[in-house]
C-alpha cells in the first residue's frame, strides 16, 4: 500500500495564482484532513472531512477550498495565493472510529513569491 | 488556537537517557496521541491513549493521561541518537462531520551519541 500520497513536493506560485494539491489514500480511510505547518506554530487544521460529500471548516479555512467527491482522494484548492500561504502542507486520513491514529503525507513546501 | 501546549520546547540529552516531553491541553478529548516528526519529513503516529486510560505502554515509550489536571507525557527510555525528533502530542474530537485533530507546537529531541 502506498499510504497516503501528496503532490506536488514543492510548488512556488506567484501572488494571485490559484492551484490543487493533491491528496490521495489508497487505504479506505473515511477521515481525511488538511493541515499547514508553519514555524514556531506547529500544525494547524485547514479543512477535514468524514467521507464523500462532507467536508467542514478548520482553524485557519480562509483562502482554501476543499471537495470530497470520493473517498480516496482530498484535494485542497488555493483560490489566489498570497504570501501568508508560504508553508507545509500535510495531508492525513484515518479509518472511521473513535481511537485510531492517523496516517500523514510526506508533505508539499508552498512558496508563495 | 493551539489545543496543546508543550514542555519543554526542546530538549538535548545523551544516549542511553531517558527524555520526558509534557503536554497541556484544554478541552473534552477522545484521546490523546503523539507523533514524530524527522526534519523535513511527514509525522509517525506513536501511540493513542483514550481518555479512560491513565497510562499506556509500547517499546520504550510510556505515556501517561490526567485528565483532571489536562495533561499528558511521554516517556522514551534509554533514548537513541535515531530518536533525534520533533515530537508532538495532538488531542482528537471526534464530531460528526469528522474527526478534529489539534495539535501542540511540539517539543524539539536531541538525542547526542
Redesign the interface.
Known amino acids: 500500500n502506498a499510504g497516503v500520497t501528496q503532490t506536488p513536493k514543492f510548488q512556488v506560485l506567484k501572488t494571485g495564482q490559484s492551484m490543487t494539491l493533491q491528496c490521495a489514500q489508497d487505504m479506505n480511510h473515511e477521515y481525511m484532513s488538511w493541515y499547514r505547518q508553519d514555524p514556531g506554530m506547529g500544525l494547524r487544521l485547514i479543512h477535514y472531512s468524514v467521507g464523500a460529500g462532507i467536508t467542514d471548516q478548520g482553524e485557519v479555512p480562509n483562502g482554501y477550498n476543499v471537495s470530497r467527491s470520493t473517498t480516496e482522494d482530498f484535494p485542497l484548492r488555493l483560490l489566489s495565493a498570497a504570501p501568508s500561504q508560504t508553508s507545509v502542507y500535510f495531508c492525513a486520513s484515518r479509518r472511521r472510529g473513535l481511537n485510531y491514529g492517523y496516517t500523514f503525507g510526506s508533505g508539499t513546501r508552498l512558496t508563495v513569491v | 488556537?493551539?489545543q496543546g501546549e508543550e514542555d519543554p520546547q526542546a530538549l538535548s540529552i545523551q544516549e542511553g537517557e531517558n527524555a520526558t516531553m509534557n503536554c497541556s491541553y484544554k478541552t473534552s478529548i477522545?484521546?490523546l496521541?503523539w507523533?514524530r516528526q524527522n526534519s523535513g519529513?511527514?509525522?509517525?503516529?506513536l501511540i493513542?491513549i483514550?481518555s479512560n486510560e491513565r497510562e499506556k505502554h509500547s517499546g520504550r515509550l510510556r505515556v501517561t493521561l490526567d485528565t483532571s489536571k489536562k495533561s499528558s507525557s511521554l516517556l522514551i527510555t534509554a533514548s537513541r541518537a535515531a530518536d533525534t525528533a520533533s515530537y508532538?502530542c495532538?488531542t482528537d474530537a471526534?464530531?460528526?462531520?469528522?474527526?478534529?485533530?489539534?495539535?501542540?507546537?511540539?517539543t524539539q529531541l536531541t538525542v547526542n551519541p
Open positions: 488556537s493551539q477522545n484521546n496521541q507523533y519529513r511527514g509525522l509517525v503516529h493513542l483514550r508532538f495532538a471526534v464530531e460528526t462531520s469528522g474527526s478534529r485533530l489539534t495539535f501542540g507546537e511540539g
